[in-house]
């Protein structure tokens, strides 16, 4: 499901900021995919805005940045954008310093914690009763599955669960890894009703507005990512352009056939980014 040949309606001077995904579009893991430290390379030296902006669930800023630096791509400080880190400004506007029920990784609540908030058990402090609500971070492989189950019995149909993105996984060099939107999925199968979900990720407003906040510009957007739902979707919701990196080689979540990839994605489809470098006249 891609689509090649040079594509004329994609001008670089056309754009002042590019945005760009990280997990299937620049890295891999901690490798860098293919084009991605040249493409980078190259914004640099056309002295454009960049955000690096990914739904990562147990990243901070500074984290993901340390990540990017280490696979050789020129990333810096002040430029990224992650969903865990707008999910604790979030919570810290709402909540403050009141204690919050978590479940998730460690690694979700060490940045929700180094932000300020305070993380309770929800197993310890809902004391038999319903919780209000829950915050659900991190990948399932590094979550007890009889927590996620206690917990879910601990929820009314009125329960809030936030969350930093709904997409269902993390793409790695192993596969697809269940993140925080799979943990929900399970907590769900215990459930005998829906469970109402806040998120903050990509592709809602929340998100796009914390980009324009750290990386502001009054021109033109690229945003380039691998998710047709995510990237492509707010892309197309904020009148930005897109391109989808097809890393999955044609496999997206909720997508089965060429016909619904069509309708899903309304720009230019390349394998990666070396793809991209040569197809556009950058």
């Known amino acids: 499901m891609s689509r090649s040949g040079r594509d004329s309606n994609y001008r670089f001077e056309s754009y002042t900021r590019v945005v760009l995904d990280v997990d299937g579009t620049l890295l891999l893991g901690d490798r860098a995919l293919p084009g991605a430290v040249e493409f980078v390379d190259v914004i640099r030296s056309r002295e454009l805005a960049v955000c690096f902006a990914t739904n990562a669930s147990f990243l901070s800023a500074n984290q993901l940045i340390d990540n990017l630096q280490r696979a050789g791509i020129d990333a810096r400080g002040g430029e990224s954008v992650t969903a865990v880190d707008e ?122 507005r914390a980009i324009d906040a750290l990386v502001p510009t009054s021109g033109q957007t690229l945003l380039i990512g691998d998710g047709p739902d995510t990237d492509v979707e707010m892309a197309r919701r904020m009148g930005w352009d897109s391109v989808l990196v097809d890393s999955n080689h044609g496999s997206h979540p909720g997508i089965s056939t060429q016909a619904e990839f069509e309708r899903s994605v309304s720009g230019l489809v390349v394998a990666h980014l070396r793809q991209l470098l040569a197809e556009v006249d950058w």
């Open 87 to 208: 999910l604790g400004r979030r919570l810290l506007l709402q909540r403050g310093s009141a204690p919050i029920p978590f479940l998730g990784s460690g690694r979700a609540a060490a940045v929700l914690t180094h932000m300020g908030l305070s993380l309770v058990d929800p197993l310890e402090c809902a004391r038999g009763e319903k919780l209000a609500l829950v915050v659900v971070a991190g990948l399932l492989p590094e979550v007890d599955a009889r927590r996620v189950a206690k917990v879910a019995d601990l929820l009314a149909p009125d329960t809030v669960v936030y969350c930093p993105n709904h997409e269902p996984g993390m793409p790695s060099a192993d596969g697809l890894i269940p993140g925080s939107a799979a943990i929900v999925a399970l907590m769900e199968t215990h459930c005998l009703f829906p469970i109402p979900v806040a998120t903050v990720g990509k592709p809602s407003a929340v998100f796009a």
